[in-house]
Nanobody
């Protein structure tokens, strides 16, 4: 079992930045990958970014490349999503999730554990 708790969401203006955190507890050992997803009203939940826990390799959705950065702090069992130059279309509930193995997959069905989500609202 893995428990994930996200934090850091909020209401910001277009162009502002936010940094989301996701703290993991429970079975936090071995090779796994952390993913960030988002769910906007009327849309399907979509992949945003993934980071390999052991090596720190990352993979991003095209529309966030250059604006979002995933990182991890192994000592704190925490992953982060730094979001810069936010746009209204980034408005969504953001979730972190865990999949076993080191593959950086955008397929949400491969992620086994999910956090409760944190709301990000970007106003124009």
């Amino acid at each position: 079992q893995v428990q994930l708790v996200e934090s850091g969401g909020g209401l910001v203006l277009a162009g502002d930045s936010l940094k989301l955190s996701c703290e993991a507890s429970g079975r936090t050992f071995g090779g796994y990958t952390m993913g960030w997803f988002r769910h906007a009203p009327g849309k399907e939940r979509e992949f945003v970014a993934a980071i390999n826990w052991s090596g720190g390799s990352t993979y991003y959705k095209n529309s966030v490349k250059g604006r979002f950065t995933a990182s991890r702090d192994t000592a704190r069992n925490t992953v982060y999503l730094q979001m810069n130059s936010l746009k209204p279309e980034d408005t969504a509930i953001y979730y972190c999730a865990v999949k076993w193995g080191n593959g950086l997959s955008p397929d949400r069905s491969r992620y086994e554990y999910w956090g409760q989500g944190t709301q990000v609202t970007v106003s124009s």
